[in-house]
């Protein structure tokens, strides 16, 4: 009885010690420049994460309290960029974005630009969207959201997106309560008829959801559809205008080519101005003069899709470095692709590195020298700065690695090595 009460004290005694030894944090990000838009931080600090969650930002951590840490010192550290519109619904189907070989797999274009959200703008429509959240948003390393498509059968080549039959405001806002939190908006694009439909019914599932609706107005403003009327007469404020220096929506004053009536009133409103890049959707004879005269984006997103992908638009990072060179300061740009979309979307969770914050952080590199951007009608701006993704956390997660910055030197590792602790790394594997 002695004997074994005396081994328990030891133990009992021996607990705080123990404790004490044992790391605080799982990661920690160390002497980066962190830029957090939403708290208006933009100092060298260290960022700890603990169970998927920002745990604390401050300086002089040291290294010790973590299970690992790395080096960010001269890096730019920033929550985890949110790209507001892409196309991620891909499938079997020619010549289609719902389920076909228009979308794009998000991992393979999100992660390595250091954009841990991703919102896919309609592709998917109440009728498939099912089966987009099962084969993709719930399979993604990336946080996949949706605006669902007023067309029930979503963005299909063709007659699909143009039939009024489809569109049906009080479906799309059942299956979008049906599913809080992922849809969390709705979206009407390419409509080629002279009726306000589309919007109408968008705008009957956005009040019904209590979420908002995006609208592409086309490729033209038909006779009786002006971007006065849908700003004024269709939608609320918080609605968002992608394409917003497309330059061929009535966008640009005719004399001026600053922003037209139509989009000084409705920014007036409260509609939200979205850029949607994409493979045709933005130029710098819009973009620029519109830029000049004030008229500056509230979100910065790719449009991303396989004819966008590898032409002027490329990545979030390559967009987001044309508006740098377009005079746009680092943590003006920051603020468009990260705490401003996620206040867009409802999601203020995201979009900010606070204490307690789902752990999405961007690690960037400013890159100097002289690089080139392109617009999709051939024009070219030549820059001075360019960013780089480094090092991509999801959920406190390591997801991309650009340069080993987790990674040990390579003869100092044991023959049984087989990569990082999965507290805190998920660059291997599924």
Partial sequence: MRRTLALTVVCLLA????????????????????????????????????????????????????????????????????????????GEKLRDYAGGDWSIFPDGFTLRSCVTTVNDAGTSGWRNFPDFKRRIIDESKTRVVAFLNIVGNGMGSGPIEQDPNDMDGAATAAMALQHKGVVVGIKSAHYNGTDWKPYEQAVIAGTKADIPVMIDFGGNVKAGRTLMDLFMKQLRPGDIFTHMYGGVRGEQDATTKGPSAAMVEARKKG?????????????????????????????????????????????????MGKFMAMGEPLVEVIRQSTWNPARQIKLETLG??????AADVAVLRVEQGRFGFVDPVGGRLEGTQRLQCELTVRDGKVVYDLNGLIADPWDTLPATARGGDPRWDRTRGH
């Fill in 15 to 90: 607990l705080p010690l123990a404790a004490q030894q044992a790391p605080e944090y799982d990661f920690l990000i160390k002497g980066g420049r962190v830029i957090d838009p939403r708290s208006g931080l933009d100092a060298v600090r260290d960022v700890a994460i603990k169970d998927g969650r920002i745990a604390a930002v401050t300086a002089d951590i040291p290294a010790t309290r973590a299970m690992k840490a790395v080096d960010a010192k001269g890096l730019v550290v920033t929550p985890g960029l949110i790209d507001l519109h892409v196309h991620v619904y891909p």
């Fill in 271 to 319: 509609i939200i101005f979205d850029v949607g890049h994409g493979g045709a959707s933005f130029r710098y004879s819009a973009a620029i003069p519109m830029m000049k005269a004030g008229f500056l984006p509230d979100s910065i997103s790719t449009d991303i899709h396989t004819s966008s992908m590898n032409s002027a638009m490329k990545d979030m990072l390559n967009v």
């Fill in 352 to 357: 900010h590195l606070s204490v307690g914050a």
